[in-house]
């Protein structure tokens, strides 16, 4: 979603944005205008889109791929902020209480299952974390692209996350603070494995892991909540 789609929506920090329900999945109002738009949308046969849940590592993948397509070329990459270079339709929700765009767990399972139907590389972003250059290597390969190790580790050093945080067209730090108020929450964290550690108590973690197992239970998908 272009930015200018939020614009007439002005926010002092302590306003909810405006939601409402899509096919049963709570949406915010700008999505839910454009929808037809959306679900009338006919992708041509060598698009590429990026499925993520929110906060899941969206922005460091799209830079990976701009910087695949464009063979390490990074000043094509510093041609406008990433959410102009890669439209897309959720966008950031601040002082929300009710959780956006669905179930986490039907996201990720439902993409699991379309592995069957369609071609479709799925990154997990601990593997990202742990081997990134082997992970971005398999992504330039299922698009189509045979980079050298150079410039794998051009793109590599472009996109690693100290890199992306000072890069303004990756941290959205264009953004105008009355719609992300970085002072409050940066959008870029700490972009690190297993943090979930220095905030759930033991018992938290332990119904978390029992919901997970219960929701996960009918799926092949496995993931790695640290680095072993």
């Not at 108590?201 to 092949?220: C, G, H, I, L, P």
């Amino acid at each position: 979603m272009a930015l200018s789609k939020m614009e007439d929506f002005k926010f002092d920090g302590k306003e909810r944005i405006p939601v409402d329900y899509v096919k049963g999945i709570m949406q915010t109002i700008p999505t839910c205008n454009i929808w037809d738009q959306i679900w009338n949308f006919q992708a041509k046969s060598d698009d590429l889109l990026i499925a993520t849940y929110p906060k899941a590592g969206t922005t460091w993948t799209q830079e990976i791929v701009d910087l695949i397509q464009n063979e390490g070329d990074v000043d094509k990459s510093q041609r406008a902020p990433t959410y102009i270079r890669f439209p897309f339709i959720e966008w950031i929700v601040p002082s929300m209480r009710s959780v956006c765009w669905g179930s986490w767990h039907d996201h990720v399972k439902g993409w699991w299952k379309a592995k069957d139907q369609h071609r479709i590389v799925y990154l997990f972003y601990e593997d990202l974390k742990k081997n990134p250059k082997q992970e971005i290597q398999k992504l330039a390969e299922f698009i189509g692209k045979n980079l050298d190790h150079e410039v794998l580790d051009k793109i590599l050093h472009h996109t690693s996350f100290d890199v992306m945080k000072q890069n303004s067209m990756a941290n959205y730090s264009s953004i105008p603070t009355e719609i992300m108020n970085h002072s409050v929450s940066p959008f870029m964290r700490k972009g690190t494995v297993g943090d979930w550690k220095n905030h759930f108590t033991v018992a938290q973690n332990e119904r978390f892991d029992e919901d997970y197992k219960k929701k996960m239970a009918d799926s092949s998908l496995t993931f790695h909540f640290q680095f072993s």
